[in-house]
């Protein structure tokens, strides 16, 4: 086995009573400054090296310079040339073991105060569950839904056999998701429907019974279930850390 060692002082910060609050309430939380900016660029940089071998520019770069070389081709392919870091490990960049082997990502994965604020979020003792890297791939990624009604799901499923169940706070786990790339409104940030994660556990007998509810896949259609309210973008900033509930409802989107 291998042990994780991180031998830094605690880097992040509590997070305040009116942020747990609003967690309770929506189920998502954005920690704004949670890590200072300079820790996520190493870890952002690290990551890269880990995943593509070179700065993450480098790999855009040769992305753009093969598309151009295949725009021709009939029919036309992209020509995204395949990250070359070690992370690559059967082809999985998503779900890389701790630890990544990089001190600069590790000791922003295990800090205390990181996992301070998932025990505070869980109300209770918290039990560290697994952590996996991220990153932008390229370009031509198009794991999202078509229509903004397609492709709402929980990512529940991922680390528990049981289903949600009321009181939420008895049956979900918390993700915590370290920003370490700035996300604006056109960058295809992650959307959330606040409040989803309590409505999940409360009708998804009656979702299964009425085939809105398709397992691993959520939702059939969103346009079924309007009282859920509209969606918001988990925009962030490099150092953010975005927390929410394994039982809420989001989505990729173009």
Known sequence: STTLVVPHAPTGRPLTEAELRSFAQDGWLRAEGFFPRDLADAARAACDQLVYGRPFEEQLAAFDAAHAAHAAHSPPTDGAPAP??????????????????????????????????????????????????????????????????QGWHADHDTNCWLP?????????????????????????????????HRALAHHLPQWVEQGLWQGTRGLADLRAVPDLGPPVAATARAGDVVFWSSCMLHSAVP
């Open 84 to 149: 070359q870091g070690p992370f690559l490990n059967g082809g999985d960049i998503g779900h890389a073991p701790l630890p990544f082997g990089a001190p600069a990502l590790d000791r922003l994965a295990v800090d205390d105060l990181l996992l301070r604020a998932l025990a505070d979020l869980l109300g209770g003792p918290a039990r560290f569950c697994e952590g996996g890297v991220y990153v932008r791939f390229s370009p031509s990624d198009a794991r999202h839904g078509h229509e903004p009604w």
């Open 164 to 196: 949600p169940t009321e009181p939420i706070e008895d049956s979900h786990y918390v993700i915590a998701g370290v920003v370490l790339s700035d996300v604006g409104p056109d960058q295809a940030p992650t959307h959330l429907l606040p409040g989803s």
